[in-house]
């Protein structure tokens, strides 16, 4: 293509705005803003650094080599365990630090104390520090779960919450008035290996009869790993600091098994079967029946917990629908022998089991003729 000469006069006139910004940071002194990812190479860590690279900071990953050592050559790798080897970090320095892998206040405490210079320190919590979720809108002053037993060494389903409490106990102390504790509440979208919410945009697309959590009104509440990635580093360049419920938009079940649906475009119907039933089949919330609670109990409400701070600091959220449409899509790129067996939700045998016995104790409530 011939380039006209007010083509040539925009190159030139953007070469040189570019070339002026360029000497004004050298005349300047200014440094690139350093960020240290502290894992980086699984589902939110790849989404911290895609939105961090956008963001012109220069970031350095520290993990165990293990979980994708070939992503991101162009950056820093500094291997090392949070558990006990931390020599790779000594003597280094960086502007800001998300931590995204830890799980045992020992471990924050350590890492936030060695790393004590940065000016920034962002923990990856969770909603699961709260010790009582049965009213909704819980907001960060609810009161969080302590631990038992604060030695411990391993996560058990009574104290991954209390944990996490503590770890965010741990950065503080580490790091007064310079931590972001950030709680997510269930993080979804492509890459997610627990496929907690994969189940439904998967089991919807196959069509159907679908077995549906007691009612379509019932509340899911859960974000996108991008829109979470992307909110990570608008709390970075703001140098936002204090606690914040990191989560979506609590909405009706019924929504989202619909829009399964139209994004799929399958013949699905949703069969809904009301809780006491699921209860007295063995059919477990939140594991078999993927995002939904129960509404009785001390979680009935564990999914409308208030993100109105967050959203008052820049925290947005894209259309289900992407969501529901770039997660089905990304599971289909995965090998068979991945596609042939989710990690949560009902086995097609379990489900059509249970249906039939939803059915069937319908049949023997509905008046008899005559």
């Not at 006139?13 to 005349?27: C, E, I, V």
């Not at 960086?94 to 350590?110: L, R």
């Not at 196959?206 to 009104?217: D, I, R, T, Y």
Request: hydrophobic fraction near 40%.
């Amino acid at each position: 293509m011939t380039q006209t000469r007010r083509d040539l006069l925009k190159t030139a006139a953007a070469a040189a705005a570019t070339s002026a910004l360029g000497t004004n940071r050298l005349l300047s002194g200014a440094e690139p803003k350093t960020l240290l990812i502290l894992g980086g190479t699984r589902f939110l860590g790849p989404e911290v650094v895609e939105a961090a690279k956008k963001s012109c900071w220069k970031i350095s990953l520290f993990n165990r080599g293990k979980s994708h050592p070939d992503w991101f050559p162009e950056l820093e790798h500094l291997q090392g365990d949070r558990n006990g080897d931390l020599k790779s970090l000594e003597g280094r320095t960086w502007d800001a630090v998300v931590d995204t892998s830890g799980y045992f206040p020992k471990q924050v405490a350590a890492s936030a104390s060695l790393l004590s210079k940065a000016k920034q320190y962002v923990f990856i919590s969770s909603i699961s520090v709260f010790s009582d979720l049965s009213k909704p809108g819980v907001d960060e002053n609810g009161p969080v779960g302590e631990l038992k037993d604060p030695n411990a060494d391993k996560i058990t389903e009574g104290n991954y919450g209390p944990l996490k409490a503590a770890c965010e106990r741990a950065a503080e102390a580490a790091m007064p008035g310079r931590v972001t504790n950030i709680r997510p509440g269930l993080i979804v979208g492509p890459n997610d290996l627990t496929d907690r919410f994969t189940y439904w945009p998967v089991r919807v697309a196959k069509g159907g009869e679908v077995l549906a959590p007691n009612k379509p009104s019932d509340f899911l509440q859960f974000i996108d790993v991008r829109d979470l990635g992307n909110w990570i580093v608008k709390c970075l360049d703001a140098k936002t600091v204090g606690v914040f419920n990191a989560t979506g938009n609590p909405l009706p079940v019924g929504t989202l098994l619909d829009t399964c649906k139209a994004t799929s475009a399958s013949n699905a119907t949703f069969t809904w079967a009301d809780a006491a039933f699921l209860e007295a089949q063995k059919v477990a919330a939140w594991s078999d029946l993927p995002c939904w609670l129960p509404p009785t109990g001390d979680e009935a409400h564990g999914n409308e917990v208030s993100n109105a701070k967050a959203a008052g600091k820049g925290l947005t959220f894209r259309p289900l629908k992407d969501t529901c449409k770039d997660t089905l899509a990304w599971w289909k790129t995965l090998p068979a022998e991945r596609q042939a067996k989710l990690k949560s939700g009902l086995t097609a045998e379990r489900e059509a089991a249970v249906l039939a016995a939803w059915h069937e104790a319908q049949a023997k409530k509905a008046p008899k003729a005559g």
